[in-house]
């Protein structure tokens, strides 16, 4: 990413070229950004970044995570500081959602920037970085949350009606909280049971045949935790672009 006292003229894309640049609302951030942008941008992008991180560090200590206190006043600093938060589907919404998706990818960078320099800057960023993607995972529809696993390559089987049928009173007793109509209303997902040991620990999750099956609320803790180590690893390896 390169940036200039100057104001820059930024070429934008259109259409499918855009859809391909930034497919979901939700990012692994896999990839550095590579445009030039202005300095004033650059100045912008990590204020509200910072803001949003903030935000979610002072909202985590005054409600519990899951509530919907919590989802609401997040979900108004999203809009406020208009970063991309989830799948929209009108037209008019559709020509902004860019702008949204490139601004939260290249914001999240500016700050890898920043908070790659001590152990205790890493450990508060990822772990705001970590609400932030839980939070964001947790709004997912179906067939959205469906196409970020496998564009991200995370291969987690979701279970069909018949075989959810043949398992429902098993997936009724071995899921905390979930009745029959519970489990007739929600995605279940056959894991590895070694890629959700924190689950299988907890006893939360169904066993059988070397398989979890996990309930689409729970599925979270598996892809944060992918999440978790990918940035980890690049901001102790000092990539933070």
Known sequence: MQFSGRRQKIVRLTGDR?????PHSLQFYGQPPTENISLSEFETFAVDRLKLL????????????????????LEGEFRKLNFSFRVETDEKSLDTEYDKRRKDHISHFILRL?????????RWFIQQEMDLFRYRFHILTKEPAHDFLKFNNLHYESISDEEKNTLKEELINSSYGFSAPKVEDHDFYKVP?????DLVR?????LREGLAYIPHQEIVAIVLNDFRTR???????????
């Open 18 to 22: 855009q859809a391909d640049l930034y």
């Open 54 to 73: 903030k935000t979610v560090e002072n909202l985590g200590v005054s409600y519990v995570k899951t509530s919907d206190q919590y989802a609401t006043k």
């Open 114 to 122: 920043a908070y790659c320099q001590t152990e205790d800057l890493r």
């Open 193 to 197: 049971f070694q890629d959700a040991l």
């Open 202 to 206: 907890g006893r939360k999750v169904y």
């Open 231 to 241: 940035l980890s690893k690049a901001l102790a390896g000092g990539r933070a672009l």
